[in-house]
Structure formats: structure tokens, C-alpha cells
């Protein structure tokens, strides 16, 4: 059994940063594809990136140039780091491992924006 664990949310003000970081428990295994995925009331989730174990990363265009996702295997570690936080990248900010067999989630950590 796998556990994801965010941390990291909370209310920062408009243009400010966060650093969220998500660790994997519960089984010995080699991160292959993480990534973090956002979602708000009545909205389908949506990736905010993605990473894959050789270190390539993909973002949204709405975050693009302003976050960072980075991995620690040594760790079982997902990371993103977000500036030039904006009111509309307020959501619940979920963390997904995807491995061969099953795609597993976090339990979500909120993210308040203020104007």
C-alpha cells in the first residue's frame, strides 16, 4: 500500500511563493512519473506538472515560468515550488504517483491566494 502526503499549503498574499512538497510511503519502488494536479468547487482536476525519473517536466500553461517541479528518489519526493502566486491558482493541490500497476493521489493541501 502506497501513502502520499502533501504539505506545504496554506495563504500566502498575491505575488508571493510557496514550496509544496508531497512524500511517498508504504513501498519500496522507484519513482517513475509524479506530478500535481490542482482542483476548485465544481471544476474538473487539472495538471499543474508533471515529472518523470530522468528529470523531464511538463507544465501548464498557466503556471508555466513561474513554478518548478523538481524529484528526490532518495527521498520519495515530489516538489513544486510556485511564484508570482496569482488569486486564480487558489485550489486544492493533490499529488499523483503513477506506477505500472495503479495510479495512486494524495489527500490534497489547500492553497489560498489573497488579492
Do not use: H
Not at 17 to 41: D, I
Not at 45 to 66: C, F, P, Q
Amino acid at each position: 500500500q502506497v501513502q502520499l502526503v502533501e504539505s506545504g499549503g496554506g495563504l500566502v498574499q498575491a505575488g508571493g511563493s510557496l514550496r509544496l512538497s508531497c512524500a511517498a510511503s508504504g513501498s519500496t519502488f522507484r519513482l517513475t512519473v509524479m506530478g500535481w494536479f490542482r482542483q476548485t468547487p465544481g471544476k474538473q482536476r487539472e495538471l499543474v506538472a508533471v515529472i518523470v525519473s530522468g528529470g523531464l517536466a511538463t507544465y501548464a500553461d498557466s503556471v508555466k515560468g513561474r513554478s518548478t517541479i523538481s524529484l528526490d528518489n532518495a527521498k520519495k519526493s515530489v516538489y513544486l515550488e510556485m511564484n508570482s502566486l496569482k488569486p486564480e491558482d487558489t485550489a486544492v493541490y493533490y499529488c499523483q504517483l503513477v506506477t505500472p500497476l495503479y495510479t495512486y493521489w494524495g489527500q490534497g493541501t489547500q492553497v489560498t491566494v489573497s488579492s
